[in-house]
């Protein structure tokens, strides 16, 4: 009788691939990024065997956190990722949704992230140049509440920290048509906001309830 491989033995690809079946319905395509994006990369290596579990984890001392994958795919779909489009990412972590978010937007598309703590902004744009993105995505490290202007309009912006709400400087860099997704409340815990740009107006639309790390500014950081 053939013995089952031991879970650290496993290879990642299909421990990635079974992640994307225990999330339930996905688009082909987010569930095919969501297979192809190594998330193990992503974390401490001390989080190694939770990697592939949906639930968030933390990265090292930092306030980030690494989103759990259902809530991923669901941001993944709601944005109507296809390829060409210049994406923003407010608050981009180690870079995991920019990695994802780059296997929608190619071949033509680009990403701009943002992240607060210095270092890990240049951890994870050293991971995602050595994972071959470095094509597609660039990371600065930046205070997020200001967006980053210089690469605007964007087509897609999104928001990977808890906000209290959509701040101007967001839309003024909101191309025109285009969709912007925030989780917007209290840090107890936010609902999913779309906005979506048209010849017709900005239209709102709420998701599901969810829980994101608070927004973090160069005003809020620690000393």
């Not at 949906?54 to 989103?67: A, E, H, Q, V």
């Not at 980053?148 to 701040?167: C, D």
């Amino acid at each position: 009788m053939m013995r089952s491989r031991p879970a650290a033995e496993t290879p990642w690809q299909e421990r990635a691939a079974a992640m994307v079946r225990a999330i339930g319905p996905v688009e082909a395509r987010v569930a095919a990024a969501l297979r192809r994006v190594p998330r193990h990369r992503f974390i401490s290596p001390a989080l190694a065997s939770e990697a592939y579990d949906d639930t968030p984890l933390p990265l090292g001392p930092s306030r980030s956190t690494i989103s759990a994958p259902h809530m991923v795919a669901l941001m993944l779909e709601w944005a109507e990722l296809t390829p060409g489009l210049k994406v923003l990412e407010l608050g981009s972590g180690s870079g995991y949704l920019a990695a994802l978010v780059a296997e929608l937007v190619r071949p033509g598309g680009h990403v701009v992230g943002l992240e607060l703590e210095r270092q890990l902004a240049g951890e994870s744009q050293r991971l995602l140049s050595e994972l071959g993105y470095d094509d597609a995505v660039e990371i600065h490290a930046a205070d997020a509440r200001a967006g980053w202007p210089s690469g605007a309009p964007y087509n897609r912006i999104l928001v990977s920290f808890a906000t209290p709400e959509i701040f101007p400087e967001w839309t003024q860099q909101l191309a025109d048509p285009g969709i912007l997704l925030a989780p917007v409340g209290p840090a107890r815990g936010q609902v999913l906001r779309r906005l979506r740009r048209s010849r017709d107006g900005d239209r709102l639309e709420d998701g599901p309830g969810c829980i994101f790390v608070s927004l973090a500014t160069a005003a809020t950081r620690p000393k």
